[in-house]
């Protein structure tokens, strides 16, 4: 019995792990008077949630719809500016918010801006080649709002975040997302990173006065 409580209890908290204050709320509020579980014994069989369950995980969709991410908050680094969280290894932690594009609209803004050219984030989704376009700022559907994922730097050493490219339901439309998922507990104020999958030799000796590529 004790089991299916804990199972129960875990359904409240699909992508997230709970705080042990937000277990023992939940427990209050079902008053039981037998086979209470500890909060402890949640908190161990807590997991992540699965494929299918992130894409239909309201919380998710109405962080992606909102672009309001809890936990997240733009802070300085060593004066560079950077995300401050807590976030356990499995979480979502937001998306790369943007207007989904070809990869050949992309390149060509690449091309036009020149040095200037960044927020761009190019993947391949069900053999289509496809980039996020994060540049133009602010987007329209989010006027004012900062979003949080072009703002996380560059790490091929150190990333903590990777991202994941699903299909979420936003609105009347099934839209092409890049969640960015911990990759191992994060504590507050650690700087989120991720790794571009670049590094100088990417550019054929173009980039060779990039070292933070290489970071």
Not at 14 to 21: L, W
Not at 35 to 63: F, G, R
Not at 71 to 95: M, N, P, R
Request: glycine share 8%; hydrophobic share 35%; with cysteine.
């Amino acid at each position: 019995m004790t089991e299916c409580i804990v199972s129960f209890l875990s359904a409240y908290f699909t992508y997230r792990k709970p705080s042990g204050r937000k277990i023992e709320r939940l427990i209050s509020k079902e008053a039981w008077t037998s086979n209470c579980p500890k909060v402890q014994d949640i908190l161990d069989m807590w997991t992540p949630a699965l494929k299918y369950v992130i894409e239909s995980d309201k919380n998710i969709l109405n962080s992606c719809s909102r672009q309001k991410w809890k936990g997240l908050a733009i802070k300085s680094f060593d004066g560079q500016k950077g995300e401050g969280a807590h976030f356990t290894e499995g979480d979502i932690v937001c998306d790369y918010h943007g207007k989904v594009i070809t990869q050949a609209e992309g390149e060509m803004m690449m091309k036009d801006q020149g040095d200037q050219a960044g927020y761009l984030f190019f993947f391949n989704a069900s053999g289509e080649a496809l980039c996020i376009d994060a540049q133009t700022w602010p987007c329209p559907c989010h006027a004012g709002v900062e979003t949080f994922g072009r703002k996380i730097k560059h790490s091929s050493k150190h990333p903590n975040i990777k991202p994941r490219c699903v299909v979420l339901r936003l609105g009347d439309e099934d839209v092409h997302t890049i969640l960015f998922k911990a990759t191992r507990d994060i504590n507050v104020d650690t700087e989120l990173k991720f790794n571009y999958g670049v590094n100088r030799r990417s550019f054929r000796g173009e980039a060779l006065d990039h070292d933070w590529l290489d970071e």
